[in-house]
């Protein structure tokens, strides 16, 4: 029947060219196959939403792509080999179908990954900043899914080229004279194997994570995405720092969340001799206890230093995170400078003068005989 079917159209045909009639029925078979293929996959979508199977919906919205390749495929091998072909034609066809074989190949082994990292993430929620398995599991999934996508697609691309004949005898002469060539490939290859070495050491052994909080290059960000190449740092005020991978294994950087979120800050000011630290102590008590941004962890008042005109104390608070410590900071700043203020206002920095009078002394002038009092003298301290 289909035997039938196809000869009538390329009777029909047979006053165009032998590739463009070729072109023409296996398009039109492709579109068919492609509108049952996407019909059937908005059934099965709508069932497995229904049935709340989310994880064979998230396999069956990854490979839509590589399975609409394969039913072209398919079809269109089902209806090249019911047609009569020249030779140089059907050499032709051969040859764009073997490429084509590859490519589904290569997009499915790279789909593959992507559906292994997607579904075993779903038990990881990184949502939390403190979430450290989370973020942990996050980062080497999709470093490792990336540098194997890399890996997936440079075989692919090289499988395709060695079916043509000129590419397999070009890399077989490059083999048999490896010396300089070799050492040419290695060079041009450098920064991708570089970059990929890197990805899988911040994989294992985690220098960064995503949501991390660093310092790099004297500028504070959030680890925003790491890519198989570079890493993207949120900075605090939302300009992003682009950085590559190779930069955090060979550079010191500072990473504030490395085992814990949580962070110890100081606030520091100046108060003259006669403040009641103790007072102060006190009020820096309450104000973090009724602060919801405290971790209920760590508060402490100190005298850190003492100058000739003032002393210099230090309040320490903890937090969960550097943001809520930030505004924590300042809060416990704000507040204890108000209660100084208003509270004791004679313990505001201050700078002191003392006036030391002395009594007149006579001082006669030898060559005038004329007596002169000496003026009252000050001294400050």
Known sequence: MFERVIADLTAQFSLMPAWLTV???VAAAAFVALLLHRLMYSLFERRLKRAKRFAWLLILQKSRG??????????????????????????????????TVIALLTWIATRMTDIFGA??????????TDDFLARKQVTQIRILKRAA??????????????????VRQYGVSLFASAGVAGLAIGLAARPLLSSMIAGIQIALTQPIRLQ????????????????????????WDWRRM????????EKPFQNWTRDSAALIGAVTFNVDYSADVGRIRTKLNEIVESHP?????????????????SI????????????????LRCAVREQLIAFVREEMARALPRSRQQVVETKPVAIRAADAGVKISAMPQHAAE
């Open 23 to 25: 072109t023409l029925i």
């Open 66 to 99: 590589p399975s609409a390749l394969a039913v072209t495929l398919f079809v269109a091998v089902a209806v090249l080999r019911l047609m009569p072909l020249e030779a140089d034609l059907a050499q032709t066809l051969i040859r764009i179908l073997q490429i």
């Open 119 to 128: 579904v075993y993430l779903r038990r990881f929620h990184k949502e939390s």
């Open 149 to 166: 996508a890399t890996l997936i697609t440079v075989v692919g691309i090289a499988a395709a080229l060695m079916t043509f004949e000129s």
């Open 212 to 235: 991390d909080v660093v310092i790099v290059e004297g500028e504070y960000g959030t680890v925003e995405e790491i890519t198989s190449t570079y890493v993207v740092v949120k900075l």
């Open 242 to 249: 682009v950085i590559p991978l190779s930069y955090f294994i």
């Open 293 to 309: 941004l405290w971790d209920k962890k760590v508060v402490n008042l100190q005298v850190t230093d003492a100058t000739e005109r």
């Open 312 to 327: 210099e104390l230090r309040a320490l608070v903890s937090a969960g995170s550097a943001a809520t410590l930030w505004d």
